[in-house]
T-cell receptor, first 117, second 112 residues
Framework: GAGVSQTPSNKVTEKGKYVELRCDPI?????LYWYRQSLGQGPEFLIY????????DSGLPNDRFFAVRPEGSVSTLKIQRTERGDSAVYLC???????????????FGPGTRLTVL | AQKITQTQPGMFVQEKEAVTLDCTYD???????LFWYKQPSSGEMIFLIY??????QNATEGRYSLNFQKARKSANLVISASQLGDSAMYFC?????????FGAGTTVTVRA
């Protein structure tokens, strides 16, 4: 079956511009996560959705970052006034459930590589 | 807060030999899960193996095994009979409830 998909695969933008990154989770997965992976580092948690609501957005670095999941499926990560430090790979993952399961594998998408010039 | 430490930035291993990747973690939670992921140069995160904090036996998945020492808070990954296709970045991660925290990763290069 289809895995997690992310579009675009690559995005190059100029400093100060607005970008949207899209994530299509695995069908039926209620939990969705966004991570950011800077070069040479492990992914860092940004935000977790359970259904349509953001259950935990504590990882968003500042108020330029925002994410939505209006119908409980597709999610969009939005970055306003991009800065060069935002350059990274943005990974999306989904799982069948969020918390409450002892084993709850997160399936990752291929990521969107964002480059801010 | 959860912290994952991978002290080996890079390792070389001869084809067909075994390699051990170190991982230590720090948490005050009693219930947690430990994961290892492989990330090839193509960038996707591939799940390898899982160990629950209450699991008494070490997890195994084919050529991968997890050496779980709870008292030492370590969860080392052992890859047996290394193959050229094992060359990649390997991440140790810990999940508490829904949140995954990753280590900095170890780059493994398998030599023919």
């Amino acid at each position: 079956g289809a895995g997690v998909s992310q579009t675009p695969s690559n995005k190059v933008t100029e400093k100060g511009k607005y970008v949207e990154l899209r994530c299509d989770p695995i069908s039926g997965h209620t939990a969705l996560y966004w991570y950011r992976q800077s070069l040479g580092q492990g992914p860092e948690f940004l935000i977790y959705f359970q259904g349509t609501g953001a259950a935990d957005d504590s990882g968003l670095p500042n108020d330029r970052f925002f994410a939505v999941r209006p119908e409980g499926s597709v999610s969009t990560l939005k970055i306003q006034r991009t800065e060069r430090g935002d350059s990274a790979v943005y990974l999306c993952a989904s799982s069948l459930r969020g918390s409450g399961a002892s084993y709850n594998e997160q399936f990752f998408g291929p990521g969107t590589r964002l480059t801010v010039l | 807060a959860q912290k994952i430490t991978q002290t080996q930035p890079g390792m070389f291993v001869q084809e067909k030999e075994a390699v051990t990747l170190d991982c230590t973690y720090d948490t005050s939670d009693q219930s947690y899960g430990l994961f290892w992921y492989k990330q090839p140069s193509s960038g996707e995160m591939i799940f390898l193996i899982y160990q629950g904090s209450y699991d008494e036996q070490n997890a195994t998945e084919g050529r991968y095994s997890l050496n779980f020492q709870k008292a030492r808070k370590s969860a080392n990954l052992v890859i047996s009979a290394s193959q050229l296709g094992d060359s990649a970045m390997y991440f140790c991660a810990m999940r508490v409830e829904y949140k995954l925290s990753f280590g900095a990763g170890t780059t493994v290069t398998v030599r023919a």
